[in-house]
Structure formats: C-alpha cells, structure tokens
C-alpha cells in the first residue's frame, strides 16, 4: 500500500483557486453541454455516411439530400463541440491534477495525436460536405463515401483516447504496468463497455436532435414562397428525418438499458453496490434516470404516432433531466474511485477551505 501511494505524485503547492464543491457543479455542467455537441457530431457524421450509401443502392434522392443535411451538421457542430471541451478539460486538471497528469503521460503519445487526428478529420469532412456535388455520379460517388467514412472513423476513434485517459486515472495501482495506449485498451478495465455505451448515446441524442431540427424547418418550409415541385422535395426530406430520428433514438436508447448494465456490473464490486442499494443516494439517482428513460422512450413512441408539440416538449424535458443525471452520476462514480486515494494524498486546498 505504501508503495502505491508513492507512485501517486504529490499535489503541486499551488492551492486550487476556488470551492471544490463549485468547480464539481462546473464541471459536471461543462461536461454535459461539451459531450452534447460531440455526440450529435459523431451520430450526425456516421449516418450521413449510412444515409448516402443507402440512397446509392436505393437510388432515391430523399436518402442523399438527407445525408448531405448531416454533413452540414457534422461540419458546423464539431467545431462548437470542440470549443466547449476546454473547460471540463481545465477543470478535471485543476480538480485531479495528481491523477490526471499521470494517465495523461502514460498514454503522452496518443494524447498528442489528438490535434493531428481532429484536424485531419475535421478537413476530411469539409471536403465531404463541399465536394458532395461535384462527386455525384459514379466512381466519384463511391470516393466520396470513403472521404466520408474515413473522416466518420477517425471520429469514432477519438473517444477511445479520452476513454483510456479518463480510465486509467481510476487506477493508480495500474500505473506500472501501463505500456501506453493502444495496451491500456484492453489493460484496464471498462474501456469497451464505456465506449459502446458512449456510441449508442450518441445516436440516441443524434437522433432526438434530427427530430427536433427537421421538425423545425418542415414548419418554416410552410411560410416560404418557392416552387411546389422544390418545396415537396423538401417536405419529403424533413419528413424523413423527423422519422428516422426518432427510430434511431427509440432503438438505441433501449440498447443503452442493456449496454448501461452491462457498464455496471463491469465497475469494481464494491463501486457497483453502492448503485445497489449500498448508497441511498447512488442507488436512487440510479433507479430514476431508468425509470425516466423508460419514460421517455414512451414520449418518443407517442411522438412518432402523432407528431404533437405536446410530446415533443415531453421529450425534450425528460431527456434534458435524465442526461442531467447521468452527469452526476458520472461525477459521483469518479469520485468515489479516486476517494481512498485522495484521503491519503490530500488536494491542495485554501486556507478557507481546508479550515
């Protein structure tokens, strides 16, 4: 035990500049709305991908319209998801300094390809969007979809790295027998599990978005003045996506039930029965955020039947409180993991605090 603790670096003199409990509610907040932007950026850009390969072999032009709707999303989104993910950043440095930095170091290599990977990806996928017409027919069409698919795949990847870093700062007593990146995949545990639930989440959100934006421009098509032949081309396409957003939510979110007890029972037993019934208030915010769900994935279904503003916003509400949730429960499972070690290696706190 002793030699554990040693592995853990002690916390730099500088005191953290301000309430702990007020930088835990900043950076649950920071996070939800940075992972928000991501998810609708990496569900956007696989489908659009899915959607122009399924009008190719349909050949119908509903499914290539509404795929080209994706790759201006994915395009204008990423970069908003990018910008909003510097505060979480700072603040888990500020907060985990002696956990973070050193699981960042062991993975430095990845760590730094990040900017290589994220610009290549984000040119990629402006050519996706501004070559899609000239590369319409043919052969061209089939290069454009491997441009899109290549851009759509190392945005799939990039959370692999967060995943391993965010992992790997649970356990100090892996630290040495860490051999970087590509081996923490499978050396610690959880990594898999979090990344499926990680991609389903990001369909599900993905397509409550599509719902939602599609939904909002067949409304606006009704008070513009153009062709009749254009506006029904239109139509169709937002009718198509307002459907397909909602099959896709519906269908991954019940995939999520299965994928999240799946997560569970993967963390540390002890970790796992405070969900379990062992903690009054792990176990509760546990059993709401199923149940609500649940909930939601009836307003979903009453969505798709009758396409009411009612059950739109009814939607919308019991997913905002139910990713407000899963934040926070993303939060306390951290915390709880580190909180053995943080007892035994003290942050660096203010004066007024620390009295």
């Known amino acids: 035990m002793l030699q554990l603790f040693s592995i853990i670096p002690k916390d730099i003199e500088l005191a953290i500049p301000g309430n702990i409990g007020f930088f835990e509610v900043l950076i649950v907040v920071s996070f939800l709305m940075h992972i928000l932007f991501v998810n609708i950026t990496v569900g956007s850009s696989t489908l659009a991908v899915f959607q122009e390969v399924r009008g190719m072999r349909k050949k119908e032009k509903v499914f290539d319209e509404f795929a080209f709707q994706l790759a201006n999303h994915t395009s204008i989104l990423k970069s908003i998801a990018v910008v909003l993910g510097v505060a979480p950043l700072l603040l888990i440095s500020v907060i985990y300094t002696q956990y973070f930095y050193p699981s960042t170091l062991l993975i430095g290599k990845a760590w730094l390809s990040l900017l290589i990977i994220l610009i290549t990806a984000f040119l990629i996928l402006y050519a996706y969007k501004f070559l899609w017409r000239k590369m319409d027919k043919g052969g061209k069409k089939v290069l454009h979809v491997a441009i899109g698919a290549s851009g759509s795949l190392l945005l799939l990847f990039v959370p692999l790295i967060f995943i391993v870093n965010v992992v790997s700062m649970l356990y100090p007593e892996m630290w040495a027998g860490s051999k970087g990146f590509f081996h923490g995949l499978f050396y610690y545990p959880q990594i898999w599990q979090r990344y499926f639930h ?84 792990l176990t509760t915010l546990l059993l709401v955020s199923i149940l609500l769900t649940l909930v939601m994935v009836f307003f979903l279904y009453q969505l798709q039947k009758h396409d009411v503003k009612r059950y739109l916003m009814l939607s919308l509400t019991t997913f905002l409180v139910v990713l407000s949730l899963m934040g926070w429960m993303r939060h306390e499972l951290r915390e709880n993991y580190l909180q053995p070690y943080i007892d035994e290696n003290p942050r660096t706190a203010n004066d007024i605090e620390s009295n």
Do not use: C
């Open 198 to 281: 990680f991609i389903l989440a990001s369909f599900a959100v993905t397509g409550i978005y599509l719902y939602f934006w599609n939904n909002r421009l067949q409304k606006k098509l009704n008070t513009q003045s153009m062709e009749n032949n254009k506006k029904q081309e239109k139509f169709i396409v937002y009718v198509h996506g307002k459907r397909l957003g909602l099959q896709v939510a519906i269908w991954t979110t019940l995939l999520q039930l299965i994928f999240g007890t799946i997560l569970l029972i993967s963390f540390e037993r002890p970790i796992m029965m405070l969900y379990m019934g062992e903690d009054l208030l």
